[in-house]
């Protein structure tokens, strides 16, 4: 792996830290990649999470070859 150095305010290294620090992770990576994995399913709940409450189970009913058309 390819290590880089990236610039963030003071601000946010202390938020970094302290979110370190509170969740016992081992590493400033560690805490930015759990971060960027949350975004993630967040984008996924959010595209998939749409129809949420309006699809309903298949029956009997809904099989292709009996439906009118």
């Known amino acids: 792996m390819m290590e880089?150095?990236?610039k963030v305010k003071e601000t946010?290294?202390?938020m970094l830290k302290r979110l370190k620090e509170?969740?016992?992770f081992s590493s400033i990576?560690?805490?930015i990649m759990y971060l960027i994995k949350l975004y993630r399913e967040e984008k996924?709940?959010?595209m998939f999470g749409v129809d949420k409450g309006k699809i309903t189970p298949f029956t009997r009913d809904d099989?292709?070859?009996d439906r009118d058309g």
């Open 29 to 31: 990576y560690d805490i």
């Open 4 to 6: 880089k150095t990236i």
């Open 63 to 65: 099989k292709i070859e």
């Open 44 to 46: 996924l709940r959010k």
């Open 12 to 14: 946010t290294l202390e």
């Open 22 to 24: 509170e969740n016992n």
